[in-house]
């Protein structure tokens, strides 16, 4: 019914606007402040948002600027556009459309704080006054454009006052039966485009304009979906499919699944195909949910309108996850140990995958973070979010896996193997990524603010982040490139290690496309600063899991493994920690597979075959591991405690079957700390899941750790094989 409603308003929208056109030039009218004025702009007579607009619109329309810098929607506020010339001008334009875009000025703490109060009705009477010459006029409302946190009050108030009208305009919109444009979305992630924080350049006008065009004619270049979706994509069983897209404004969209029919492909008892059909809003924005669908296939999957039909062939159901983080998740299995160009067991694992049964969407970056300057080519991609390149599903091959993930790769192998349903592996990993490229940007506004500040020159950033983001973009550095500086001096060029970068060109262009759950291999980028990735490890897993719409999805992720640089047993730890208070979180530990010298271990098939079992004994209850829980989680320490020189470790039980050392040698690396907090060289002993510690040189422990080198040759393991976390707790 709603779609009906939908459906029959677009109509009467479009009837109005064609009949308005034979009657003559369309008056648009663009009421707002100094956005819409175009302040900052250098030719705003041909560049601000309402001359592009004309431009796009053309000759059947006459769009009239009534932009005035420094207005308030509040008649209160302390430049009330309704006191304004440009308004008296705009009620004898007597528009036919009139797009309103005010509020950011009623941020000013001379008015939000004291008037907000007044701002539904002060908004609902100027659009009643613009109505009232032109009664048949559709008003269209906007949602606020951005304000960037270099802002000068951004902190003080503006962000919060910003995000209080933006959720106060949809009420006016309702109470006065208005259309609602979203100026906010398309250019929340392109703070490039935004100089003084406030007001977009010429190109941001310009997303603008288009936004405009789009809304009032209702052309969004017809049917479209996510790169994600593809032939040979597999969706994700046993969970509502929320499929979505774009189209023209009023088209009806029908979404048809149908199992393909043949003798090799029978029907599963009771399964019918499913047809769901959806009408595009203003926006252009489309949505449906399909019905859960059980593991199988092959599938066609179609989406149609009258103009335009997407056919998806040789669609599969099973089991999606998608591989992230940075150099030893894009880690290829290609370089893995041993080579597959030496018959080692990569090339037999490949050999053994089933046709179908492992498929991979491979989005790969458009240059790598090497040490190299981009060039201005590059750059400007960067800067629109087009640093991975587009992707399709595909078969998994010697060819495909070669150049994909080890650690996914060797992970979806042991899933395929131990489920028996077809597994879809997306991978978007990015060597040198940081915990906060990969966060959404309003989590870090709200929680996190400092790390977005002036990213090449902020300590809570890596050293070598910064350092190898400023030689990449060395060029966009200099003044005379032409390429966007903010007006206090700072380059506003985009680099993948700057905060929320990854976030939007790696994680919206998936589109919330259904996924099982997340394996995540990150760290050394942020292994500088313990305390500040312990906030930020947990604000990345909520800001994916607010995404996909899913609190419970489970997180899985590698704990830093062993490397001789000195902050790394304390990062290990805090991962270890992380891992315990978040939930629906596993980590596996590899401090047994690491090297020395090089920051990219080799072997990876421990590493992704752990992540599995861990996935296969949380998430799936597979029998085994329900069974055998210490196949597959590495021994938890739930306590240390005291009965006077020596310790008790006490280990999680379904952990810490069969403790023992991994190389039949004494256990070794533990360590006790003296009342002074010294730490000393310890003994240790196996008794059922406790270890026993104790030191000669400590008579009265006050904490124990375990593993604390940086590279670390602890040997402390369970039965079947898996290795005790690095860590230090404090003795009770």
Not at 185 to 210: C, E, Q, S, V
Request: net charge neutral; with cysteine.
């Amino acid at each position: 019914m709603k779609d009906i409603i939908k459906c029959k308003t677009l109509i009467a929208v479009c009837l109005s606007l064609l009949s308005l056109q034979i009657a003559g030039q369309v008056r648009v009218a663009c009421v707002g402040n100094s956005i819409t004025y175009g302040t900052g702009i250098e030719n705003r007579e041909a560049d601000s948002y309402p001359a592009q607009l004309q431009k796009m619109l053309g000759e059947g329309f006459e769009v009239g600027n009534f932009g005035r810098p420094g207005a308030t929607l509040l008649n209160h506020g302390h430049r009330p556009y309704t006191q304004q010339p440009e308004y008296r001008a705009a009620l004898d334009f007597a528009g036919d459309i009139v797009v309103i875009h005010l509020g950011i000025n009623d941020t000013d703490p001379r008015n939000w704080p004291n008037y907000r109060d007044e701002f539904i009705t002060d908004y609902c009477a100027l659009i009643d006054s613009l109505r009232g010459r032109n009664p048949k006029a559709r008003i269209i409302i906007a949602r606020l454009s951005p304000i960037s946190n270099r802002h000068s009050r951004f902190q003080s108030g503006t962000r919060d006052w910003h995000d209080e009208i933006q959720q106060v305009i949809p009420l006016v919109a309702k109470a006065r039966g208005t259309e609602l444009i979203d100026f906010h979305t398309p250019l929340y992630n392109r703070p490039d485009l935004f100089p003084d924080g406030l007001h977009p350049n010429k190109d941001g006008a310009a997303i603008m304009a288009k936004a405009v065009f789009q809304f009032i004619t209702g052309n969004y270049g017809g049917l479209q979906m996510p790169q994600v979706y593809s032939d040979g994509m597999v969706l994700q069983r046993d969970m509502p499919l929320n499929i979505h897209g774009i189209a023209d404004a009023s088209e009806e969209v029908t979404v048809a699944i149908e199992r393909l029919k043949g003798e090799k492909v029978k029907r599963l008892k009771g399964e019918k195909d499913e047809k769901v059909k959806a009408v595009a809003g203003m926006d252009g924005r489309w949505e449906v949910e399909l019905k859960p669908l059980k593991a199988g296939g092959p599938y066609t999957l179609t989406v149609s309108t009258k103009q335009r039909t997407l056919t998806f062939q040789d669609v599969m159901v099973g089991e999606v996850w998608l591989c992230s983080g940075q150099s030893n998740m894009e880690f290829k299995l290609r370089a893995a140990s041993p080579s597959p160009s030496k018959g080692g067991e990569n090339r037999r694992d490949l050999s053994s995958d089933k046709a179908g049964g492992l498929r991979l969407f491979n989005m790969t970056p458009i240059c790598h973070t090497s040490d190299v300057e981009w060039d201005s080519l590059t750059l400007a991609q960067v800067n629109e979010l087009k640093y991975l390149k587009p992707a399709k599903w595909t078969d998994c091959t010697e060819e495909t896996a070669a150049d994909f993930s080890a650690v996914a790769y060797f992970f979806g192998r042991m899933l395929q193997d131990s489920l028996q349903v077809p597994i879809g592996l997306i991978c978007n990993a990015v060597g040198g990524t940081n915990t906060e490229s990969w966060i959404d940007r309003r989590t870090l506004e709200f929680e996190f603010l400092n790390i977005l500040n002036n990213w090449l020159h902020n300590d809570f950033i890596q050293d070598w982040c910064r350092g190898r983001g400023a030689k990449n973009i060395a060029l966009a550095l200099k003044k005379e490139s032409g390429f966007p500086f903010a007006s206090n001096g700072e380059s506003l060029q985009r680099h993948p290690y700057q905060p929320c970068y990854m976030y939007e060109a790696g994680i919206e262009p998936l589109a919330r496309f259904p996924i099982r759950g997340v394996i995540w291999y990150q760290g050394e980028s942020n292994a500088h600063n313990k305390d500040a990735h312990a906030k930020l490890f947990p604000l990345l897993v909520d800001s994916w899991r607010s995404n996909w719409k899913r609190p419970d999805m489970p997180f899985l992720f590698v704990q830093l493994s062993s490397l001789d640089r000195p902050s790394w047993p304390w990062f290990r730890d805090s991962q270890r920690l992380l891992s315990q208070q978040i939930p629906y979180t596993g980590m596996a530990v590899t401090t047994d597979v690491g090297d020395s010298l090089d920051v990219h271990p080799r072997r990876k098939q421990p590493v992704g075959e752990r992540l599995a079992r861990l996935a296969l004994k949380d998430v799936y209850a597979y029998p085994y591991f329900t069974k055998h829980p210490s196949a597959a989680q590495s021994p938890v320490l739930m306590e240390a405690k005291s009965d006077g020189h020596r310790v008790m470790l006490h280990f999680e039980y379904t952990s810490a079957r069969g403790l023992t050392s991994s190389d039949g040698k004494p256990l070794r690396t533990f360590e006790l700390a003296d009342e002074f907090g010294i730490f000393h060289p310890a003994e240790a002993k196996v008794k059922g899941t406790n270890v026993y510690v104790s030191s000669k040189q400590v008579k009265r422990p006050t904490a124990v750790r375990y593993g604390w080198q940086p590279f670390t040759h602890a040997n402390l393991v369970n039965a079947y094989g898996l290795p005790a976390s690095t860590f230090y707790t404090p003795i009770k």
